[in-house]
Nanobody
Framework: VQLAESGGGLVQPGGTLRLSCAAS????????LSWYRQAPGKERELVAR????????YYLDSVKGRFTISRDNAKYTVYLHMNSLKPEDTAVYYC?????????????WGQGTQVTVSS
């Protein structure tokens, strides 16, 4: 199983980035997918989640209305569209996949991609 993030970088406040997470090694369409982030000195936090079918999403309050999570099951890819970026969005962003089968939950993390919002 592999999750490979891309699309991070340096952007000015108010700018836009789109993160991508390309998956392989599992049945992508069966898994819920999430984006987490971790800023220096802070705990990792859940930013957004999308169900396996894409019909339900969750967002951290501080990103609602600015970030959008989406998935393309045909391309085995999940996206995080980030608009109106703020300095406090600066963090390493991680892709996360989870599947519960019976009493077992399977979890996989990507390696992370750095997002820096600064003028």
């Amino acid at each position: 199983v592999q999750l490979a993030e891309s699309g991070g970088g340096l952007v000015q406040p108010g700018g836009t980035l789109r993160l991508s997470c390309a998956a392989s090694g599992f049945t992508f369409s069966s898994w819920a997918l999430s984006w987490y982030r971790q800023a220096p000195g802070k705990e990792r936090e859940l930013v957004a989640r999308i169900t396996s079918t894409g019909d339900s999403t969750y967002y951290l309050d501080s990103v609602k209305g600015r970030f959008t999570i989406s998935r393309d099951n045909a391309k085995y890819t999940v996206y995080l569209h980030m608009n109106s970026l703020k300095p406090e969005d600066t963090a390493v962003y991680y892709c996360f996949a989870a599947l519960t089968a019976g009493v077992t939950t399977y979890k996989y993390w990507g390696q992370g991609t750095q997002v820096t919002v600064s003028s």
